[in-house]
Every structure is written in structure tokens, then in C-alpha cells.
């Protein structure tokens, strides 16, 4: 007989690995300028399929991988050129990433950046044993953004994800979005996509949608 509560507990879990993959952007290619604060939140919509496959390889069930995650993240300006951000989810996941600018600069219409990051999320075992897991992202993105003055920016991320986790799996994805508002705040709008690195996982898409103060 199926034990509910483990049931649930992995439909919940399944669903926590995929949504909290770093497959979102919430900035432009420009950095925060040197010493100033930026703060937001967003919510995620992933779409993607966790496949249950058995000992001998052959997928037994698949379940459809969807709902929201909401996002709170922060950045600060180091340097002209190296901003530093924070993020947590309602997941329970949180990361920091820095990211430098080597292309143009906070007014450019033409920007690129290269960064690293990484996410953390811990959960228990699903039994009564007070054992508990742990997932790691290890991120790589790229970024290149188009500012056509201050009320739009078009930008995309590349990005290289490793996730260290009971079977790691290194995953590519790319997020587009659009960059709408003024010079000091904003609203994000992503749509991601994600080529799984693990069996257990169909290709991911995501729609992102934030709101940003003092993040460009």
C-alpha cells in the first residue's frame, strides 16, 4: 500500500528541485552603480515533467511539474563594474551571485557581463528519521543587454548550471526578457528555457515576471 504522506512529500520535492533551478535573470547585462542598493521580487512559472523511472531504466509514471515560485532578491553595487546579489524563494532555497561588467557602462545602450552564482535548498527525508538533503546550483550565466534610453532594455542570459545533488547533472539554459520602467525601478518579463542534464527530467520552460528598485 502507498504511503501518502512519502507521496506527497516527493510530488512536493519534485517539484522544489525543478522550480528552484537558476533559471531566471531579474537584471540587465548593466551592474548596480558603485555603492548603491537594489532590491525586488518575482514569481516563477516553470513547466516541465519529472518521469519515475525504475531500476531497469523504463519510466513507470510521469508527473507534470507546475504552480509558482516567489522570489526576493537584492543587489549592491561594489564597484562601477562588480555588483554582488543575494536571493531566497518560499521554497526555502536561497543563493548569491556577482556579476562583471566588461562591455559599456551604466549609461551604454550596449552592455555584456559575465557571472557566478550559486543556490542552496536542505529538506528533510520525507520519514520520521530526522535525516536530511541537500541540493547545490552551481551557475555560469552570460548576460548581453540593448537599452534603447531608460524606459525599455532587451537582454539575454545564457547560463551553465550545475546541480550537485543525489545524481548531479550539468543542465544549459537561456533566459530572453525585457527590461520595462525608468531609470531607477522597473518591471522584469522572462520567458526561460532549460535543457535538463538528468534522466529524471524533461526540458524545462518558465515564464519570470519581477519588479525591480534600483536594478538596471
Known amino acids: 500500500m502507498i504511503n ?23 537584471q540587465t547585462a548593466r551592474t548596480t552603480p558603485a555603492g548603491d542598493k537594489g532590491f525586488g521580487f518575482g514569481v516563477a512559472l516553470p513547466n516541465a515533467e519529472f518521469y519515475d523511472i525504475n531500476d531497469s531504466g523504463v519510466t513507470t509514471d510521469t508527473t507534470n511539474l507546475g504552480g509558482f515560485a516567489m522570489e526576493f532578491f537584492g543587489r549592491y553595487g561594489v ?9 531566497f524563494t518560499l521554497l526555502g532555497t536561497a543563493g548569491a551571485d556577482v556579476k562583471y561588467q566588461f562591455l559599456g557602462d551604466s549609461e551604454s545602450p550596449l552592455a ?36 534603447a534610453g531608460s524606459a525599455l532594455g532587451i537582454y539575454a542570459s545564457p547560463r551553465y ?3 550537485k ?52
Open 4 to 26: 501518502l504522506k512519502n507521496l506527497l512529500f516527493f510530488v512536493c520535492l519534485a517539484f522544489c528541485m525543478q522550480s528552484c533551478i537558476s533559471n531566471k535573470a531579474f
Open 79 to 87: 564597484t562601477d563594474k562588480i555588483d554582488a546579489g543575494v536571493n
Open 112 to 147: 555584456a557581463s559575465i557571472g557566478a552564482g550559486f543556490g542552496y535548498l536542505s529538506f528533510g527525508s520525507g520519514e520520521d528519521d530526522g535525516n536530511s538533503n541537500s541540493i547545490i546550483d552551481i551557475t555560469i550565466p552570460a548576460y548581453i543587454s540593448y537599452h
Open 161 to 163: 548550471i550545475f546541480r
Open 165 to 216: 545533488a543525489g545524481d548531479n547533472s550539468s543542465n544549459f539554459g537561456v533566459v530572453g526578457g525585457l527590461r520595462l520602467g525608468g531609470e531607477r525601478s522597473g518591471v522584469f518579463i522572462e520567458y526561460g528555457y532549460l535543457k535538463s542534464g538528468s534522466d529524471n527530467y524533461a526540458d524545462q520552460t518558465q515564464i519570470n515576471v519581477g519588479f525591480g528598485i534600483g536594478i538596471r
